[in-house]
């Protein structure tokens, strides 16, 4: 075994063999994996290895492809052939119509992906899988890529092409710990000897956080028990004539592919069961937890209900093993937060069917610093710290009994909540408010009418219409307030801020105390990478603020580029504060009872910030407005939130002062073509792209640069429009399909009621060509093709006489 190497990939199951195959496919091959046991010890041998190109969103659409398109190619390897049952075609279940409208939703959302899914009646799930019962059946998505793999071939198959680029594999070398050195080096200690990289990958599946623990870092994966069995030969299947397609039935949580001319169903108990709690037994290798179908009793019946098959034949084998899950169900593929040179590919529930894709992406992030997909969904960031073992349990266990029931939109589960609260959160429940939930944080969705009131969930616009477009008709003519918990704030101190800031963004930040300015950084590439408003505190700090979830990852990209001799300090006071957000034409009477100082237009114009009290509250307010109407952002310490919060109720009595949420204020910045981090910013498009050109400044140097000319040499692929949709059914969804004469030019962002401008809107990024003001288009909005015209963005007050006023 050689004493170095670029990488050390940690875990020989799928995820591992998969990085390091991508590894060398991007031109890296000074590179190891390094194995406890054998190749796919863990829980990849038993895998039901079934490989969808379903996904929630087009990241995992895209690399659920690319699983797919590798498989193919391996298993047609004249060298080294791999079972792989492409194509089979699959069908996932539905008994309502609100998840038919997700199904058509997903549908439109591939096909931006060039893939093509179908939504099909309850018949045609009949004719296409003829062992199935319609009963309470209402239909189907067709996934005609569906099919299933032999996982230990696969991976094999991936290691030795590894090999043969020059990676080198050992087998039987447990990591027994990890040591970070100056440089950010990696020594990797085996009972073979130490190994020295430069970056470490962790794949340990199960074992993730035995691994974790040896770099100081607790993961949020749990393990659960999970269980399929096998049965006997089934007559139907062999006279079909055709291989079974694979079924996943959200209605009773199982699922079932062909093996051989009999099924192997699995299933997604209600009584499940999380595994290896109190850590796991150092023997369990190449092994199975006890059977136990008592358990799954409840979703059995079902699935014999549905496929009546079941109920004849014999079961000849059960295996129960356990799988892992992430608090939000998807795994962690990237950088370990906190950590230099050190990633993971963990959390894999379905790693047989997105090993490949995952593998390509952390690859392509190892060694280009980005991907070709914006990768939030699957960034180890994405959580910031709140996520310890208990909650990740809970979560766990939650989307293992949701299996394959997918998230309507507004939707958060219960499990865990509330995990992060303000001093207000019980105040404005107990004044009637419905929260979502935002990285944790609990967060005021709007406030509910009566007490018996309960929000049909759905793609469609349901009974929150008219209680939105009450709070925004509050906002527009009087004045609303309310609390944006989690917000993410660092404060920046240091003679070398306002410098290390100017490099990092790519417009100018204003340095005039009492200011405030937005602002952009991009990735090397000349991506769009953070959104983040600047206010210059008249002490000298500033306060960098940017998108709830955004903390680690903002944090991780400003230290990465501090240079040792900058004088810059960054503190997060993100759990520290909670902003109150007082909007309307009334904001400013309402500040100026509260608030001692001279709050008028010429005092405190609007791009301001000062600091003051709010009652006795210390805060820091600036006039900054996502609404579109005069707003302050008040920004108080959480010791003293509820002072300040009673101040402004009390001083908002005379003026009809109304509570809103952030349903309303998503409409609201809507109207005004404010872009929402992670929806329209995104890593796949440059600022030109994403419609900022006038936050970048080419006069001066900035992270990114450089790519941003060489991009702009070959012109813009996408452009970022605002559309106006002919329905009054259903809000565009983030993910639908934009089509003139049929085809695809463009993706939906998101999309949202405007109810100040009575237009139903959305953003999407279009080709150039069909991105121009006026342009007539459609859009897929659940199964319906919508009538769509280009219009300017921000049509409501395009002066920003309001916001100004
Ligand atoms: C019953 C069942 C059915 C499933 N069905 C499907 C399906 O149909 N489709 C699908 O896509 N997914 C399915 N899955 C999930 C899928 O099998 C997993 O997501 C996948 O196998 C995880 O692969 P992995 O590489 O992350 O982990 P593992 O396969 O567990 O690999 C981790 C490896 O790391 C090694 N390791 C651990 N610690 C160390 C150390 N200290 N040093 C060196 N090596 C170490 C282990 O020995 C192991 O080989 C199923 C899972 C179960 C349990």
């Not at 069908?91 to 409208?101: E, G, H, K, S, Y």
């Not at 003829?130 to 071939?153: C, E, R, S, Y």
């Not at 993730?208 to 870092?217: K, L, P, Q, S, T």
């Not at 997604?268 to 290896?276: H, I, L, N, P, V």
């Amino acid at each position: 075994m050689r004493s170095t190497a670029r990488v050390v990939v940690i875990g020989g199951g799928i995820a591992g063999c998969s990085a390091l195959y991508h590894l060398t496919q991007e031109g890296w091959t000074d590179v190891m994996l390094l194995e406890r046991n054998e190749l796919t010890s863990g829980t990849t041998w038993h895998s039901a290895a079934q490989v969808t190109n379903f996904g929630m969103n087009q990241t995992m659409v895209g690399l659920k492809s690319h699983s797919i398109k590798l498989y193919k190619e391996l298993s047609e390897d004249p060298e080294y052939p791999i079972n792989y049952h492409h194509a089979d075609g699959g069908i996932r279940l539905a008994n309502t119509q609100a998840q038919m409208d997700g199904y058509r939703h997903f549908a439109s959302m591939a096909r931006g992906m060039d893939v093509e899914f179908e939504v099909i009646d309850a018949k045609e799930c009949a004719r296409r899988h003829p062992l199935l019962a319609t009963d309470n059946l209402v239909g189907g998505l067709w996934d005609p890529m569906d099919g299933d793999i032999d996982p230990a071939q696969l991976c094999q198959a991936l290691a030795r092409r590894a090999r043969k680029a020059g990676a080198e594999v050992h087998r039987n070398t447990p990591v027994t710990a990890l040591k970070q050195q100056a440089d950010d080096s990696w020594i990797v200690s085996t009972p073979k000897g130490d190994v020295h990289a430069e970056i470490i990958v962790n794949a340990c599946g199960y074992r993730v956080n035995e691994v974790g623990a040896m770099m100081g870092v607790h993961h949020p994966v749990a393990s659960m028990e999970h269980q399929y069995f096998l049965t006997e030969e089934i007559p139907a299947i062999k006279e079909a004539g055709h291989r079974m397609p694979l079924i996943r039935c959200p209605i009773s949580d199982y699922y079932s592919r062909q093996e051989k001319n009999g099924l192997l169903v699995g299933f997604y108990e209600q009584d499940c069961k999380t595994w290896g709690m109190d850590g796991i037994d150092p023997n369990f290798v190449n092994a199975l937890c006890p059977d136990d179908l008592e358990r799954v009793t409840d979703v059995l019946e079902g699935a014999m209900e549905r496929m009546p098959a079941l109920a004849e034949v014999g079961i000849h084998t059960v295996v129960n093993g356990p799988i892992t899950y992430t608090i939000d169900g998807a795994p962690l593929v990237g950088s370990i937060p906190g950590k230099r040179n050190a990633f993971c590919i963990i959390g894999l529930r379905a790693g047989l069917g997105e090993g490949g894709g995952h593998g390509w992406l952390l690859a392509q992030q190892i060694v280009h610093g980005e991907s070709c997909y914006d990768t939030w969904c699957i960034d180890p960031r994405r959580f910031t710290g709140h996520c310890n073992v208990e909650l990740t349990a809970l979560k766990a266990i939650e989307d293992y009994q949701n299996e394959f029931r997918f998230h309507f939109p507004h939707e958060h589960r219960p499990a865990g909540r509330p995990m992060k609260t303000t001093p207000l959160t019980p105040i404005l429940a107990a004044e009637g408010a419905e929260f979502g939930v935002v990285n944790g944080w609990e967060r005021m969705d709007y406030i509910n009418p009566s007490r018996d009131f309960t929000e049909t969930h759905g793609f469609r616009f349901n009974e929150t219409f008219d209680v939105i477009a009450e709070e925004v008709r509050a906002v527009q003519n009087s004045v609303g307030l309310t609390e944006v918990s989690g917000f993410n704030r660092f404060e920046m101190t240091g003679t070398d801020v306002h410098s290390f800031l100017d490099r990092m963004f790519c417009g100018r930040v204003t340095k005039k105390a009492g200011r405030v300015g937005l602002g952009y950084m991009l990735n090397h590439h000349g991506m769009v990478k953070s959104e983040a408003t600047i206010a210059n505190l008249p002490d000298g700090r500033v306060w960098y603020g940017s998108a709830a979830a955004s903390e680690w990852h903002d944090m991780d990209w400003l230290e990465a580029h501090l240079e040792d001799d900058e004088n810059v300090q960054i503190r997060s006071l993100t759990n520290e504060h909670t902003i109150l957000v007082l909007a309307g034409p009334k904001a400013r009477d309402v500040l100026s009872t509260v608030s001692r100082g001279d709050w008028s237009a010429q005092a405190f114009p609007w791009l301001s910030v000062r600091e003051a009290f709010i009652g006795i509250a210390p805060a820091v307010v600036m006039a900054v407005s996502f609404s579109g109407e005069l707003a302050y952002e008040i920004h108080v310490p959480n010791n003293q939130l509820y002072g300040a919060y009673l101040a402004l109720r009390s001083a908002g009595e005379d003026y009809d002062l109304r509570l809103f949420g952030s349903r309303a204020v998503e409409s609201m910045r809507l109207e005004k073509g404010y872009l929402h981090w992670k929806a329209e910013i995104q890593t796949e498009f440059d600022p030109f792209e994403t419609g900022l050109r006038r936050f970048v400044k080419m006069d001066k140097d900035f992270v990114g640069k450089a790519a941003l000319i060489e991009r702009q040499a070959s012109g813009v692929q996408k452009h970022l429009v605002t559309l106006s949709l002919e329905t009054r059914e259903a809000p565009a969804h983030g993910g639908a399909s934009v089509t003139n004469a049929g085809q695809v030019v463009g993706t939906v962002t998101s999309g949202d009621w405007g109810h100040r401008t009575g237009l139903n809107l959305a953003m999407a990024y279009v080709s150039p060509e069909h991105a121009l003001v006026g342009a007539a288009l459609d859009v897929e909005v659940i199964g319906m093709n919508v009538p769509a015209t280009v219009i300017a963005t921000g049509p409501y007050d395009p002066e920003n006489q309001r916001v100004k006023a």
